[in-house]
T-cell receptor, first 111, second 115 residues
Framework: QKEVEQDPGPLSVPEGAIVSLNCTYS??????FMWYRQYSRKGPELLMY????GNKEDGRFTAQVDKSSKYISLFIRDSQPSDSATYLC???????????FGAGTTVTVRA | NAGVTQTPKFQVLKTGQSMTLQCAQD?????MYWYRQDPGMGLRLIYY???????DKGEVPNGYNVSRLNKREFSLRLESAAPSQTSVYFC??????????????FGDGTRLSIL
């Protein structure tokens, strides 16, 4: 079993819809949680960064962490065609600079 | 600000050939990483360098070697390329704080095909 599991998708939604992305993990030592966005033929870029449990909001993006369930989510409100990309979750433990990545979910927002 | 620069962007090799992938970062980061990305597999760590002068194996190191040339540069070498090494290779860097994980910054990748 992989340390980080991510819903494979792909996901196709109409413009304006809410996109919901999820990851589960098995390592209870993970404390730092990140979401990366990767456009086609580009490298991943950091989208959201959270520490421990709770919610973080940045514009149309909301990241949620539930450490008790070992479950993290990313919500994209009012989705736009420019949000079409692959989204990867990543996480790490304290004092461990290595990241464990999910496999990524490809999202297409239809105009 | 270029961030992380990888060269070349594309490469086609024949089985058994060798090549070196180059990576340079201009963010003064201490740590650098090499990943490969394959469909359905996500990013898998090949090697990393926590700081200048140190390198360590990641999840999938077999068939690769690395050199941390200086603080800015971290190269990945394939000594005898195999078709299984066909992949997209990403270099990343970060500046870990004490006890606090810092995000990694990625280059745009090298697309490598081995025939």
């Amino acid at each position: 079993q992989k340390e980080v599991e991510q819903d494979p998708g792909p996901l196709s939604v109409p413009e304006g819809a809410i996109v919901s992305l999820n990851c589960t993990y098995s390592n209870s030592a993970f404390q730092y949680f990140m979401w990366y966005r990767q456009y086609s033929r580009k490298g991943p870029e950091l989208l959201m960064y959270t520490y421990s449990s709770g919610n973080k909001e940045d514009g149309r993006f909301t990241a949620q962490v539930d450490k008790s369930s070992k479950y993290i989510s990313l919500f994209i409100r009012d989705s736009q065609p420019s949000d079409s990309a692959t989204y990867l979750c990543a996480m790490s433990a304290v004092d461990d600079y290595k990241l464990s990545f999910g496999a990524g979910t490809t999202v297409t927002v239809r105009a | 600000n270029a961030g992380v620069t990888q060269t070349p962007k594309f490469q086609v090799l024949k089985t058994g050939q060798s090549m070196t992938l180059q990576c340079a970062q201009d963010m003064n980061h201490n740590s650098m990483y090499w990943y490969r990305q394959d469909p359905g597999m996500g990013l898998r760590l090949i090697y990393y360098s926590a700081s200048e002068g140190t390198t360590d194996k990641g999840e999938v190191p077999n068939g690769y070697n690395v050199s941390r040339l200086n603080k800015r540069e971290f190269s990945l070498r394939l000594e005898s390329a195999a078709p299984s090494q066909t992949s997209v290779y990403f270099c990343a860097s970060s500046d870990p704080g004490t006890g606090v994980a810092q995000p990694q910054h990625f280059g745009d990748g090298t697309r490598l095909s081995i025939l």
